[in-house]
């Protein structure tokens, strides 16, 4: 086959494209080959490392609408159900391991960063026994 027929060949099946196509892959994988190494073995002088075992603490600034407490005595602990006015947060649940009112207004208080005569007020309590 000569070269004069053989251009027209080529345009047909779409020389033009397939023919550099490995090229330009062979190119692509050698670069990334070499640029692996380096970016991997370089230091990471990161100023937020992630820290294991803390516990960071959120304020919430809510408003209230309802607080129901349930106090299970066979089991010991109260579970504590909030619902809120917040759209994207329209229920919290506390589950704390104690029956004594004053201990869970106490620990309801501290929880929600709240005067605990206002959570006094706005709580309702069941008790299931």
Known sequence: MDTPRLLPLLHRVGGEFWLPLP????????TGNWMTPQVL???????????AGTQLKTKLSVTILTMNAEIDRRRG?????VKTTKPTL?????EF?????????AAIAQELAMPIEHVR????YRIKD
């Open 23 to 30: 090229l330009i892959a062979g190119l692509i994988w050698f």
């Open 41 to 51: 073995s370089r230091p990471d002088d990161s100023v937020n490392k992630l820290q």
């Open 77 to 81: 602990v109260t579970t504590l159900v």
């Open 90 to 94: 329209k229920r919290l649940e506390y």
């Open 97 to 105: 391991p104690f029956t004594q009112a004053s201990r869970i207004e």
């Open 121 to 124: 007020k706005s709580i309702g």
